[in-house]
């Protein structure tokens, strides 16, 4: 039984190439964190949804998932499709903890590393 994971939440594109850079960080999750169970989701074209993803690690026992939205800022999405799916979410799952953090994007390390590449850019 696994007391906590994290389901990365990206929006999803109809090219699925899209996702690579999600998958990348993903993977390095995991590497990063062996022990963690980290899994990704998106809300639209790409499986699995939010839902499916959550339920698997419910019925694997997960007590707490903290979803992170791999969202550059707070937009519609985040501020009215994602609460409504975390609501419905834990009425269908009452004994499951689910959180959710920040879009990523807005994180002040996210904001400092875009800057940066940015500016590396000039020395290209």
């Not at 998958?23 to 990704?40: D, G, N």
């Not at 074209?45 to 339920?55: G, M, T």
């Amino acid at each position: 039984m696994t007391a906590t994971a994290l389901i990365l939440f990206a929006h999803g594109a109809r090219d699925p190439e899209w996702a690579r850079p999600m998958q990348r960080v993903c993977a390095l999750l995991r590497q990063q964190a062996p022990t963690l169970r980290v899994e990704l989701a998106f809300l639209e074209f790409i499986p699995p949804d939010l839902r499916n993803c959550a339920e698997a690690l419910v019925a694997d026992g997960v007590q707490r998932v903290l979803v992170v939205p791999m969202f550059i800022a707070r937009g519609g999405h985040l501020k009215r499709d994602l609460p409504l799916l975390l609501a419905e979410l834990r009425q269908q799952h009452p004994g499951t903890i689910f959180d959710l953090a920040d879009a990523v994007g807005e994180a002040e390390t996210v904001v400092q590393a875009m800057a940066k590449h940015a500016l590396s850019l000039l020395d290209a």
